[in-house]
């Protein structure tokens, strides 16, 4: 008798968030032969072209819920950390509607810095000694104590500009009086964590977990600051190389052991059923790794480095993490090295302007540009709509390779205002 085969039914996904790294999600899900169709919310010049987007606020869960439902869309998932933060998962889990993504009270290691730490102090994650102040007056005076160089952590969610590393008093001070009296971040109940500042390397890690298994995804090294040589104000991010050359094999066995499986054995004896992107932003000191941060979704730009080195595909992973069937992937890497720069406005991370029309992305050849703050203005021209506008991404044998070919396309693009850090991965890396 002949055997019966049957096809998969077609899938339709929707990528919630309009930045870099949903483009470089949905560029990749694109790649599914299991996907028929990708909407997003709400998308940019450069998601457009290959999804549906829908102008909804990532917040509005009940418009949200009728677009997935109207559209019979099987799988939704989540860019940004707002939404998260916010339960969209659980609400989205109590319709029965499949989505990828941690629950809120696991999104708690991102949106509140004390939560995190505590967590860390819980459970003997590597974390550098901290103390809590939820008041101007509290903070000053623990201050007080503290020897500089000292970093001040926001309590919640500030888009990757949150953290202030301080070696005067009076930077503290202004910070203090920017987060409680100003109330920079428009936090209901502002708060800080006071804390040692680490000196060393940074690299980010991240893993994909179903909760019980996990496996590590490339690691990538980013560069926070808005200007060459780390120097400026905090961004969300202004490049990226992946894979990162700090980590030896037995660093990297640390930080499985003492920094992965603590985390995961921790969520799991406090019930937090965690499905999902975890990633850990790492220091790398003379006493070990030390966890700066958790993020509980892609970074960005790290994202734009490690997806297009990925060979899995991403909507594979993703089922089997919601489905708890993670153990049954092998994750497989490109040898090509992959190098990120970001193109930013004017003024970024401060005040900047929108609208300055983009030119020259018809004649970069041999590179990925991922959208990031784009739209199409009412002419069909792309126009700048954000801080961070732009990230190139090229693939390469070797780092400079790589380099090369995205600071040709950087030259080539423009737009009025337009800058970029010149030492993307030209350190710290390993040649």
Known sequence: MKKETFEAEPMKVLV????GREHALVEKISESPAVSKIFAVSGNAGISQKALCFSLKEDDFPSLINLVKKNRIDLTVVGPEAPLAKGLVDVFQEEKLSIFGPCRKAARLESSKIFAREFMARWGIPTPEFTVASSLSQALKKLEKETYPVALKYDGLAAGKGVRIVSQPQEAISFLHDIFEKNIFSGDEPAVVIEKALSGLEVSCLVVTDGISYLPFAAAHDYKKALDGDKGDNTGGMG??????????????????????????????????????????????EKGPFVLEYNVRFGDPETQVILPRMKNDLVEVMQATLAGRLKEIRLEWKKEKAVCVVLASAGYPGHYQTGEVI???????????????TRKDNNGNIVTAGGRVLGITGLAADLQQAR???????ETIQFSGKFYRRDIASYPVRK
């Open 359 to 373: 030119t020259g992305l018809d004649r970069v050849k041999d590179v990925i540009v991922y959208h990031a703050g």
């Open 16 to 19: 919630i968030g309009g930045g």
């Open 240 to 285: 990226a190389y992946s894979p990162s050359f700090l980590l030896d094999e037995k660093t990297g066995q640390i930080i499985e052991k003492e920094i992965v499986q603590k985390t995961l054995r921790g969520l799991q004896k406090e019930g937090i059923d965690y499905r999902g992107i975890l990633y850990f932003g790492l220091m790398l000191t």
């Open 404 to 410: 090369e070919k995205v600071y040709l396309a950087a």
